[in-house]
């Protein structure tokens, strides 16, 4: 079945310590990309990646890393995590390898990240 | 700044009618439009998209695109109470970066 996985589905950690959120796509797709969604913010972009060795800013990346090593795996790395990263994390991939126009996202089922 | 307009709602509509869903976009180098639906707590799910001007249809879905007026819309027919959910517009625009707007919650009454 064709989907990107996240894991964990939810995970509630302390200030400071470091954690990973992994993601995984078995499409053989292109493009990855992070976003967080927040009450009354929506879907706003942390980083993606046009391809492998390849990744760029978002609209909110402070506080994140990504990498991307191979084509199907995106994790997301918070060094320190603090509070206000608190949120709902999806993971997103698309084919884009033609810049297709009508490629769309498809996500994965989100990480509910609490931060105390 | 590239932006995706909707209107947050909540949209309340009776069960049986139709709801309409609109957005509007900055970029007018955009390239392809995109209705997502999204269940609380849940993934978006894609819906529709359009890239050409005019109307789509799928099912009780039609996406309707008017690129001189940088508006796009989604109109769902005899609508039911799980069409209860929050609808993204997202656009494509001429970087290829994909925006989203802030959603539009849809309440379907029975």
């Known amino acids: 079945e064709a989907q990107v996985t996240q894991n964990p589905r939810y995970l509630i950690t302390v200030t400071g310590k470091k954690l990973t959120v992994t993601c995984s796509q078995n499409m053989n797709h292109e493009y990855m990309s992070w976003y967080r969604q927040d009450p009354g913010l929506g879907l706003r972009q942390i980083y993606y990646?046009?391809?492998?060795?390849?990744?760029d800013k978002g609209d909110v990346p402070e506080g994140y890393k990504v990498s991307r090593k191979e084509k199907r795996n995106f994790p997301l790395i918070l060094e320190s995590p603090s509070p206000n990263q608190t949120s709902l994390y999806f993971c997103a991939s698309s084919y884009d390898r033609d810049w297709s126009y009508n490629s769309p996202l498809h996500f994965g089922n989100g990480t509910r990240l609490t931060v105390t | 700044q590239k932006e995706v307009e909707q209107n947050s709602g909540p949209l309340s509509v009776p069960e049986g009618a139709i709801a309409s869903l609109n957005c509007t976009y900055s970029d007018r180098g955009s390239q392809s439009f995109f209705w997502y639906r999204q269940y609380s707590g849940k993934s978006p799910e894609l819906i529709m998209f359009i890239y050409s001007n005019g109307d789509k249809e799928d099912g009780r879905f039609t996406a309707q695109l008017n690129k001189a007026s940088q508006y796009v819309s989604l109109l769902i027919r005899d609508s039911q109470p799980s069409d209860s959910a929050t609808y993204l517009c997202?656009?494509?625009?001429?970087?290829?970066?994909?925006?989203f707007g802030k959603g539009t919650r849809l309440h379907i009454l029975p």
């Open positions: 997202a656009v494509r625009d001429r970087d290829d970066k994909i925006i």
């Open positions: 990646s046009m391809n492998v060795e390849v990744t």
